[in-house]
DNA sequence: GTTATAATGATAATAGTTATCAATAAGAAT
DNA sequence: ATTCTTATTGATAACTATTATCATTATAAC
């Protein structure tokens, strides 16, 4: 269900999103949107941003560096990496046993799954030996 | 080690967040610490939960309903009801092989993990039924 | 092409937190 | 116990991130 109108600012807003692979704050992606289109807004960046998780089209990723977005919404973890700052996707296919196995102990409903995970990433970790 | 001095604020604060059972709000304990010393101002508390978190003495969740602090300092999730808003405690004893396994996959150190559920907490749940 | 109104860009307002600074008080030295 | 040093305090200003306001513009239905 596509509520709302199709504007090219929130077309432009999506693009830009799915191309930055990196987990982009909020003045990444207006950054990235004023070099293609100059006469863009920084609220209506916010605005597009906030549908489109409403939408489920994004997920927000909260960080000791901040908040970021995330275009890919399917189930998974996140390392931040104390020595170089990137965010690493990390996949489990236990995801959802977590979630069953916590649910059946505690008598609960889980709808959704936060994982955020603080280290070194493989590669500072190959720099450090 | 103790770095700094102990002053009767700091060491109120600590005794209020110690008692405060549900996870408090700044504002829950600005107001709560306000009942017994009238003349503690808000700065005070924000810097003396900041000390509290780099001593690790507490630690920060980071929920729908804003940022929250937690007293208990060992490993354990939560779980935000988005029917009453209560953070559960959530303790898991394969904690540790999470992190692990993780960390074999990926080949990345992990030093903290963090997970947030968010769904129907158990006595929300029997009175759905 | 008209029309209704959702969305925009610019900016003001708000909320949450940190910085500033003179006054105070903790804890060491005497 | 008194003095001294300086970390901490309370009050408030400043700052940052985000949302609200509002006249104007542009989407999409007619």
Chains 1, 2 share one sequence.
Do not use: W
């Not at 504007?7 to 990444?28: A, F, G």
């Not at 990433?121 to 030996?129: G, H």
């Amino acid at each position: 269900m596509e509520l709302g109108r199709n504007t090219k600012q929130k077309q432009l807003i999506l693009e830009v999103i799915k191309k930055e692979k990196n987990h982009p704050t909020i003045s990444d992606l207006y950054e990235e949107v004023l070099k293609i289109d100059p006469s863009i807004g920084q609220a209506t960046v916010y605005r597009n941003v906030n549908k489109l998780l409403d939408e489920g089209k994004i997920k927000r990723i909260i960080t000791d560096s901040g908040i970021r977005y995330d275009c890919d919404c399917n189930n998974h973890y996140h390392l931040e990496c104390s020595k170089c700052g990137r965010i690493m996707d990390i996949y489990d296919d236990k995801y959802m046993k977590l979630t069953r196995r916590m649910e059946e102990e505690y008598s609960v409903k889980i709808d959704d799954c936060t994982v955020l995970f603080k280290g070194i990433c493989d590669k500072c970790l190959k720099y450090e030996k």
